[in-house]
């Protein structure tokens, strides 16, 4: 059973304009997400988890438990948001799933 | 301090012909992990470990097995390669008090 869904395998935004990566996840107990990203020719990294609650390059993604989901957003776009995002739960403590990846293309 | 290294970076397989991919992790991190990336279809969790000795099957396990003799590696086996495991494998570690995953650069695989 897909545990992490992300709808939208292609998502193109201009810059500047606000942008939003849903994930919607399945679990029945206390979740922990994170969002990682994928830039060009460079390894998958951590961009943020939701505990911290914190602003990483201008992103931010906030836990909706009733609606089980996780969307990652930015206000205003930039070129070098362009990537592929992941997101991802940490399942039953140890196992690390992710979700299918939507690739970010910022339009100039 | 290297982190994550997955070798090889590349290999082309004939089918039937078998294959070990090495992930080796310099962080004395406890959880090791092997995914496979296909488009479309994200990262798949293939087998995981939780420590030195113990391996567990994750989502796709099926025509793969795994073994972590030592903490710092992770070895991932293909018995009998099929084209349908072409695909781009990604080895991750983990510490059990630090929640964030450590890739490596991947190891792209071709089995024609």
């Known amino acids: ?108 | 301090n290297a982190g994550v290294t997955q070798t090889p970076k590349f290999r082309v397989l004939k089918t039937g012909q078998s294959m070990t991919l090495l992930c080796a992790q310099d962080m004395n991190h406890e959880y090791m992990y092997w995914y496979r990336q296909d488009p479309g279809m994200g990262l798949r969790l293939i087998h995981y470990s939780v420590g030195e000795g113990t391996t567990a099957k994750g989502e796709v396990p099926d025509g793969y097995n795994v073994s972590r003799l030592k903490k710092q590696n992770f070895l991932l086996g293909l018995e009998s390669a099929a084209p349908s495991q072409t695909s781009v494998y990604f080895c991750a570690s983990r510490s059990t008090g630090v929640p964030e995953a450590f890739f490596g650069q991947g190891t792209r695989l071709t089995v024609v």
């Open chain 1, 1 to 108: 059973a897909q545990r992490v869904t992300q709808p939208e395998k292609l998502l193109s935004v201009f810059k500047g304009a606000p942008v939003e990566l849903k994930c919607n996840y399945s679990y029945s107990g206390s979740p922990e997400l994170f969002w990682y990203v994928q830039y060009s020719r460079q390894r998958l990294q951590l961009l943020l988890r939701h505990i911290s609650r914190e602003s990483i390059k201008g992103f931010t993604a906030d836990l909706n438990k009733g609606e089980t989901s996780f969307h990652l957003k930015k206000p205003f776009a930039q070129e070098e948001d362009s990537a592929m995002y992941y997101c991802a739960l940490n399942w039953g403590a140890q196992k690390l799933v992710f979700g299918q990846g939507t690739r970010l293309t910022i339009n100039p």
